[in-house]
């Protein structure tokens, strides 16, 4: 079973539209959590960190049930930028050792004029 | 300022050969990571090192060699490549365990194209 699973898509939006993706993580001992965006042929980029308590930033949204072990993104009024690969990313941290991240395969978005 | 630097960006190479990827971070991050993208990209954790310590060596072959002469170098040694060696390999670094968000970053990447 993967760490991380997130559905790849691709979703395709109009401008304008609101989409969100999910993903669930397997290990509950996972302490931090992240979407990252990726573009074609580019380094992942951070996008904003995941709080217990659900955290915005503009038009992007991102909730955490640790419950249920999944992660949510909520991006509204969508523009032709947010066209990208979204990551989402589970870190377990490895007492005296470090952290260990772990990726989703990613959720293609596109958004159309 | 790059925070994460990688060289060489393009990488192409024959069968058999052998070739280093040098990867430098200036954020005084105490642990660095090699990954690997594939064509499906899937982006796959091969090597993490924490102050010169390897901690992490997923099932990569042993053609793979990580080399980090101090802490802000990682570099990554691939000995007689292959096709399947093909693919985007990103260098990141992060913050050791002790704050909660420990964000990795990452270089621009390496294309490597074995023929």
């Known amino acids: 079973r993967k760490e991380v699973e997130q559905d790849p898509g691709p979703f395709n939006v109009p401008e304008g539209a609101t989409v969100a993706f999910n993903c669930t993580y397997s290990n509950s001992a996972s302490q931090s959590f992240f979407w990252y965006r990726q573009d074609c042929r580019k380094e992942p980029k951070l996008l904003m960190s995941v709080y217990s308590s659900g955290n915005e930033d503009g038009r992007f949204t991102a909730q955490l049930n640790r419950a249920s072990q999944y992660i949510s993104l909520l991006i509204r009024d969508s523009k032709l930028s947010d066209s990208a690969t979204y990551l989402c990313v589970v870190n377990i941290p490895i007492f005296l050792t470090g952290n260990q991240f772990y990726f989703g395969t990613g959720t293609s978005l596109t958004v159309i004029p | 300022d790059t925070a994460v630097s990688q060289t060489p960006k393009y990488l192409v190479t024959q069968m058999g050969n052998d070739k280093s990827i040098k990867c430098e971070q200036n954020?005084?991050?105490?642990?660095m990571y090699w990954y690997k993208q594939d064509s499906k990209k899937f982006l796959k954790i091969m090597f993490s090192y924490n102050n010169k310590e390897l901690i992490i060596n997923e099932t990569v072959p042993n053609r793979f060699s990580p080399k980090s002469p101090d802490k802000a170098h990682l570099n990554l040694h691939i000995n007689s490549l292959e096709l399947g060696d093909s693919a985007v390999y990103f260098c990141a670094s992060s913050q050791r365990i002790g704050s909660s968000y420990n964000e990795q970053f990452f270089g621009p990447g390496t294309r490597l194209t074995v023929l």
């Open positions: 954020l005084g991050h105490d642990t």
